[in-house]
């Protein structure tokens, strides 16, 4: 690990959404600008949003979009269940705690609104994402292959 950096962790205000669609680009490069501006709409209206974690000289450096899920969430004991919806540390910054950092901010926020639990989770094939969630507290509940037919 890298030498930590000073970083601040603070919610998303309403003139961060060109950071935090930028940095949902990154993260999501295949999905289309309207859809990432949903999705983050989507976030919010669900009592969630995001945390960005700033730099001062180097401005953002990661993000983690949070939700609150009333549906069924795989392996939650209780509902509703926050949920880490996204979480990315911009290339340079890995290594220096800002991923710990987003996500110990998304416990907090998780416990204040009375939440028991925080799930999250990521693609099979991202290992790097597999042994971040894990050495954070995370441990897996399943895995599964989704299908979709259309008509």
Not at 24 to 42: K, N, T, Y
Not at 95 to 109: I, K, P, Q, S, T
Request: proline share 5%; charged share 25%; net charge negative.
């Amino acid at each position: 690990m890298k030498k930590a950096i000073d970083i601040e962790v603070r919610w998303a205000r309403k003139d961060d959404g060109d950071a935090w669609l930028a940095m949902r680009q990154a993260l999501w490069p295949e999905c289309p600008d309207g859809i990432h501006e949903a999705d983050m709409l989507q976030v919010m209206a669900s009592g969630g949003g995001a945390f960005l974690a700033m730099t001062p000289l180097s401005g953002p450096a990661g993000f983690a979009e949070v939700s609150l899920r009333r549906e069924h969430v795989e392996g939650a004991s209780s509902s509703p269940v926050a949920y880490l919806e996204g979480w990315f540390v911009a290339p340079p910054r890995r290594g220096e705690g800002v991923g710990r950092a987003l996500v110990e901010a998304a416990v907090r926020w998780a416990r204040e609104i009375g939440a028991g639990e925080l799930a999250s989770d990521t693609e099979l094939e991202n290992e790097e994402g597999q042994s971040a969630h894990q050495g954070l507290g995370f441990h897996e509940v399943g895995r599964s292959v989704h299908y979709l037919r259309r008509l």
